[in-house]
């Protein structure tokens, strides 16, 4: 789903039948301004979905932007100004602000996980647990906060989980399996040392930590030969407070679903200027 049918669905959801408020007052149009506000710090994300949904039931109305996506905006600074017809961007407000809020709330976590982990090699990943249908913009906001996008789909890339290998009784025969299939490059989610230890003998590409604790983290890397080259990613219970920790002992990469599934939404607000209706 692209974002303009994301958006069609959204303004159907909110207006199966009309605004009835607002077309009970029985308005004529009224031409004004309106602000976008910020009512805290964050980073911005979403700017297209906000336009594309004012758009979509006020054609005729000039958006101007203040601050770009990725850009850190202040509490009470205003990110845009729309000029309009304000009866119709009224009906179109909350599900504009929805997106904005959303996929603002997103990058500015992320942003938060990434300044945790400055000064080390460690990138912020997110993972595939977003909203149906909204991966795409879910995606972009994790970038815009400075983190680093995982697969975007199990068609991407190979890796063997924890269900995979209870099917295939065993991580041995679930990667010799898929070796016989293809060569694309394999990581396996390991949960104990014994787990790693199997993933160097069998020379995977990558390896995940799967909710270890920094200790067996810490021993689990000594177990990987440095010329093997094996990329790291660690992963469960990845919180503001820990990931430093994590980042030290030198792993590559840590994906965090909270960045999606947990985030919350950015505290924005649309103004309407009164003078002049």
Known sequence: MNLTELIRAAIVE????????????????????????????????????????????EPGA???????????????????????????????ERVALNFMMRLSGIATLTGKFVQQVKGTRTAI??????????????????????????????????????????????????????RVNTDQAIKVEVRTLEDVKECVKLRVQGILF???DNQTMSRALKLIPPEMKMEIEASGNMTLERVESVAKLGVANISIGALTHSAPAADLSLVFDGEGL
Request: charged share 25%; with cysteine; glycine share 8%.
């Open 62 to 92: 000039k958006l101007k932007w203040h601050f770009e996506e990725g850009h850190a905006v202040l509490n009470r600074q205003i990110i845009c100004t729309v000029q309009g017809d304000l009866v119709q961007i009224v009906k179109a």
């Open 210 to 212: 799967d909710n270890m």
């Open 14 to 57: 909110d207006l199966p039948h009309g605004d009835l408020t607002t077309e009970s007052m029985g308005l004529t149009p009224k031409m004004g301004r309106a602000r976008l506000l910020a009512k805290q710090d964050l980073i911005l994300s979403g700017s297209p979905a906000f336009e594309e949904a004012i758009l979509y039931l």
């Open 125 to 178: 990943l997110d993972t595939r647990k977003t909203i149906p249908g909204y991966r795409d913009l879910e995606k972009k906001a994790v970038v815009h906060g400075g983190g680093k996008n995982h697969r975007r789909s199990l068609s991407e890339a190979i890796l063997i989980k924890n269900n995979h290998i209870t099917l295939a009784r065993g991580i041995r025969p679930a990667v010799e399996r898929i």
